[in-house]
């Protein structure tokens, strides 16, 4: 089991940056794919990035790729999205996903509660 727990959102201005973490807890981290999505208000929930168990394999979504760097500390267990030169249309609800049972179809089995990211313009 892991229990992903995000943190790090809040309040910023377009073209700001902001890194959003998050904790997890349970013995597998450093074996498990992990990645992040968002969702807008009125929206689906839509991948944002991925990064293997190792952190040597990245992907990103077009929405997001030359602004968006994804990490991963495995001795720490914490996962990063660092956003820079942020936009209104990334306002959403960030969510940590953990343990890829598709890496291809961006599929995973644990979730966190999600943090909210609000870009004023």
């Known amino acids: 089991q892991l229990h992903p727990v995000e943190s790090g959102g809040g309040l910023v201005q377009a073209g700001n940056s902001l890194t959003l973490s998050c904790a997890i807890s349970?013995?597998?981290?450093?074996?498990?794919?992990m990645a992040w999505f968002r969702q807008a208000p009125g929206k689906e929930r839509e991948f944002v990035a991925q990064i293997s168990h190792s952190g040597d394999i990245t992907e990103y979504a077009d929405s997001v790729k030359g602004r968006a760097t994804i990490s991963r500390d495995n001795a720490k267990n914490i996962l990063f999205l660092q956003m820079n030169g942020l936009k209104p249309e990334d306002t959403a609800v960030y969510f940590c996903a953990a343990y890829a049972t598709s890496w291809q179809n961006r599929k995973y089995s644990y979730w966190g509660q999600g943090t909210q990211v609000t870009v004023s313009s």
């Open positions: 349970g013995r597998t981290f450093s074996t498990a794919a």
